[in-house]
């Protein structure tokens, strides 16, 4: 299965690789999503609500990209444990990618705490 995170043809991809071109600036980024309707008002509103200073930009958005990754490797987790139950004879296999995940949720969590000062 590939672990790539996330999915280059995910929505979230292309958000990041903007956000990275545009230098985390909120405003420039959404500029360039402008129009196409993924989230619109809410998007915006994440994006602009409660930033005063620019460093906080990129903290900002680490910060939430920490909890999608972790979602997403939930979920991932859940696929995983659900799998366990109806394919006994390869437990040790998804037992295994299960700690790999457990770690990855836990590095996830680590970092997000970390940006909210502990």
Do not use: C
């Not at 405003?27 to 360039?32: H, N």
């Amino acid at each position: 299965e590939d672990h790539t995170w996330p999915p280059d043809d995910a929505f979230l991809a292309e958000f990041i690789r903007v956000a990275e071109e545009e230098g985390y600036k909120p405003r420039r980024i959404l500029d360039r999503f402008a129009g196409r309707g993924e989230g619109g008002r809410l998007f915006e509103r994440l994006m602009l609500s409660g930033i005063e200073h620019h460093a906080e930009h990129k903290d900002r958005l680490d910060k939430s990209l920490a909890r999608l990754r972790e979602g997403y490797l939930r979920r991932k987790r859940a696929r995983l444990t659900a799998a366990l139950k109806k394919d006994p004879e390869h437990a040790l296999e998804i037992l295994k990618e299960i700690q790999e995940l457990d770690h990855a949720i836990e590095a996830e969590r680590r970092l997000y705490r970390a940006k909210n000062g502990g």
